[in-house]
């Protein structure tokens, strides 16, 4: 299915939008309820980021940072960049800051932002991917961004921490060893250029473990091999590992921040996205329920779709066969698209790196034709978009969209 076709099928959502205004209602009073839901926006401005709470997303109001409304944590976010390396666990904020602590933030009373907990490792830590579906609300389940090569043993040394999120202790740390592949290419100039792995993804699905990987030049540092690398291993022994490899698609996309980009239907299959060097062109491939190898009769190519074009954003599983992969609605098993949510909202592009779902409906940002943002609701049951909050035009990005309680 192309664009044009699924504009057609998509008219009759613009439908929802003929009723709402075009500026929110700024001056009805959005009080806390501290026993009631709240929710948050990660936005960055010119002169820092802020997370601006709200009790309702679908509220017609305006979140803005401006005459104190936004909590301020440029201090705790020296850039914007570690947005990536940043994650919002049960209604707690993990930030990697500058590579020197870990934090755990909290929101308090809905105004307040309040570290309560820190972890220092020995050596620079940026947070990694997280392993959300073996993940608790007592222990987060969680990688550093790069592992360490040893090249004695010809491996990738990459930890999985085990992180109490009570007091940010480690309960234990298992070390995946992803064997190297013999591979040296040359440069131009005849010297020899010696790859590095970069972990995509990492997926625990019964007993085992599936962790994506792709080769990076050391010199460059762009991409070089355009076959995607999973290796397989049991859990959490860590035994009888092996790598499968697949060409189709060119190698496992992503890289080392939390973005995630495998997924686990409602079959247990194993869905891994791929992407080609010097392109945007993705595919997924499969791992079947109770298989340790890509399925040779599956590869759903999606290279005329720009999935991720502008955005990090977290695979989101949605339920009865479908999957959010910004900014298209897939039904992966069957190899369609079934929605694309800029012709759903009438334009604009999400680059948030944190989205979520409540009572099977998904919550992203995006940024209209118009410079305009606006949190949406997408309902995978009736495949339609509703209009919520507005967010100050003055703001440069949306990071994250999160439910805090």
């Not at 104190?68 to 800051?97: E, Q, R, V, W």
């Not at 491996?155 to 013999?182: A, C, F, G, H």
């Not at 996205?273 to 298989?291: A, D, H, V």
Request: net charge neutral; hydrophobic share 35%; proline share 4%.
């Amino acid at each position: 299915m192309n664009i044009k076709h699924l504009l057609a099928t998509c008219l009759a959502a613009t439908a929802f939008f003929t009723a709402c205004k075009d500026s929110p209602n700024t001056t009805d009073p959005d009080p806390i309820d501290q026993m009631g839901s709240l929710y948050s926006v990660w936005a960055t401005t010119e002169k820092g980021s802020y997370i601006l709470t709200t009790s309702s997303l679908m509220k017609d109001t305006l979140l803005s940072p401006k005459d104190n409304k936004g909590i301020d944590i440029t201090s705790h976010m020296p850039a914007a960049f570690y947005a990536i390396y940043a994650y919002n666990h049960h209604g707690k904020f993990y930030l990697s800051n500058d590579g020197k602590r870990f934090s755990q933030f909290e929101v308090i009373n809905g105004s307040q932002w309040k570290e309560t907990n820190s972890l220092s490792f020995a050596n620079p830590f940026f947070m990694g991917k997280v392993l959300d579906n073996i993940s608790t609300a007592e222990e987060l389940v969680l990688t550093k961004t790069a592992g360490t090569t040893n090249k004695e043993k010809n491996v990738l040394e990459q930890p999985i921490y085990y992180m109490n999120t009570r007091d940010m202790s480690i309960n234990k740390t298992l070390n995946v060893e992803i064997p190297m592949i013999k591979y040296t290419p040359k440069q131009a100039n005849g010297e020899n250029d010696d790859p590095y792995i970069v972990p995509t993804s990492m997926t625990v699905r019964g007993d085992k473990l599936f962790v994506g990987h792709k080769y990076r030049s050391h010199i460059t540092k762009l991409d070089i091999i355009d076959t995607a690398y999973v290796y397989v291993c049991d859990y959490p022994s860590l035994a009888n590992g092996k790598i499968i490899k697949d060409p189709r698609g060119g190698f496992t996309a992503g890289h080392w921040e939390i973005n995630k980009t495998t997924f686990l239907d409602d079959n247990n299959d194993l869905y891994v996205m791929t992407r080609r060097t010097n392109s945007s062109s993705y595919g997924l491939l499969r791992i079947k329920n109770g298989e340790t190898s890509f399925d040779p009769n599956y590869f759903f190519d999606l290279k005329d779709y720009n999935v991720f074009k502008n955005s990090s954003s977290l695979i989101q599983k949605l339920g009865a066969g479908k999957a959010y992969i910004s900014p298209y609605v897939l039904d992966p098993a069957n190899k369609k698209v079934i929605a694309d949510l800029r012709i759903l909202i009438g334009g604009g592009e999400s680059r948030t790196t944190m989205n979520f779902m409540e009572n099977g409906k998904l919550y992203d940002v995006f940024k209209t034709d118009e410079s305009k943002w606006y949190v949406f609701e997408y309902n995978p049951e009736t495949n339609t978009v509703k209009r919520g909050a507005q967010i100050d035009p003055g703001v440069n990005t949306v990071y994250h969209v999160n439910k805090l309680r």
